[in-house]
């Protein structure tokens, strides 16, 4: 393309796209041939955008996994009733927030749940030198109320989860080494449900009396069984089916409200 307006192009993996923000606003000429290109302007990320999707390809989506049509959510409701007494309104909110269940060893099984919608977003400022200024925390909060900040806050958690099982590593703190995981029981006094926590440790917490692994155990009376790879392969493979749903969601969100819907604003620190 003849463009001579300074530009960052970003590849957006979550929309299979390409996005380029200006520096300045294009000329009509440069507009022109932005359109001819395939770019549309985007009033919500106040970027030029290109999919990179195959207009004349079939569309092939996967059902979404449906956690009811899973032979452990019999299991899972009657633990469940057990875990909440009977109360019913408590056990129809586990049942409504369970997204997938993972079947693991010994007919032991994980729960992930759905993740919600974060639509409120605050940033934080102090007049003591620590932190934003008051006129940085109004920049930042302007620059969060568009589509891509929208996205990656909600997306947030459930990549870096999956980044763990991927990597056996924390994002950010890949200095501590290699992580190993492990279930427990989740609810207290549930040692003989099947329906499991999974702890993570780092290797150098499992090594030996003094690490995290064993405190942990000791505290809990239960002895921590450590994740073979196909079960850590089944997890993964559930958190990335929630995720695609996920995101499904979130598109459906913007498609409907864009960002009119978020609440954005700042606040003073009191440190």
């Given at each position: 393309m003849n463009i001579k307006t300074?530009?960052?192009?970003?590849?957006?993996?979550?929309?299979?796209?390409?996005?380029?923000?200006?520096?300045?606003?294009?000329?009509?000429?440069?507009?022109?041939?932005?359109?001819?290109?395939?770019?549309?302007?985007?009033?919500?990320?106040?970027?030029?955008?290109?999919?990179?999707?195959?207009?004349?390809?079939k569309k092939e989506t996967a059902p979404d996994y449906n956690?009811?049509?899973?032979?452990?959510?019999?299991?899972?409701?009657?633990?469940?009733?057990?875990?909440?007494?009977?109360?019913?309104k408590m056990v129809d909110y586990e049942l409504k927030k369970a997204n997938y269940i993972v079947p693991l060893n010994n007919g032991d099984y994980f729960i992930i749940d759905k993740p919600s919608i974060e639509k409120d977003f605050c940033f934080g400022y102090s007049d003591c030198g620590q932190g934003q200024s008051f006129e940085e925390a109004q920049e930042t909060a302007a620059a969060a109320d568009n589509e891509k900040y929208f996205?990656?806050?909600?997306?947030?958690?459930?990549?870096?989860?999956?980044?763990?099982?991927?990597?056996?590593?924390?994002?950010?703190?890949?200095h501590r080494g290699e992580l190993k995981f492990y279930k427990s029981y989740k609810y207290s006094g549930g040692q003989d449900l099947h329906q499991k926590a999974i702890r993570t440790y780092y290797s150098y917490e499992t090594i030996d009396e003094s690490g995290d692994l064993?405190?942990?155990?000791?505290?809990?009376?239960?002895?921590f069984e450590e994740l073979?790879?196909?079960?850590?392969?089944?997890?993964?493979?559930?958190?990335?089916?929630?995720?695609?749903?996920?995101?499904?969601?979130?598109?459906?969100?913007?498609?409907?409200?864009?960002?009119?819907?978020l609440h954005i604003w700042t606040y003073w620190l009191d440190y």
């Open positions: 300074n530009y960052k192009e970003i590849r957006n993996e979550e929309k299979n796209g390409i996005e380029l923000y200006f520096e300045g606003i294009p000329t009509p000429e440069e507009r022109e041939e932005l359109k001819k290109n395939g770019y549309k302007w985007s009033k919500f990320n106040k970027c030029w955008y290109k999919s990179l999707r195959d207009p004349e390809a956690v009811k049509e899973s032979n452990l959510y019999e299991l899972y409701k009657e633990e469940m009733q057990k875990v909440w007494k009977n109360d019913n996205m990656e806050k909600n997306l947030h958690d459930i990549n870096r989860i999956i980044a763990e099982f991927e990597t056996k590593r924390t994002p950010g703190s890949e064993a405190r942990d155990q000791k505290y809990l009376k239960y002895t073979t790879k196909s079960e850590v392969e089944a997890i993964l493979a559930g958190y990335k089916e929630v995720k695609r749903q996920f995101v499904k969601r979130l598109n459906t969100y913007l498609k409907k409200y864009g960002t009119s819907k």
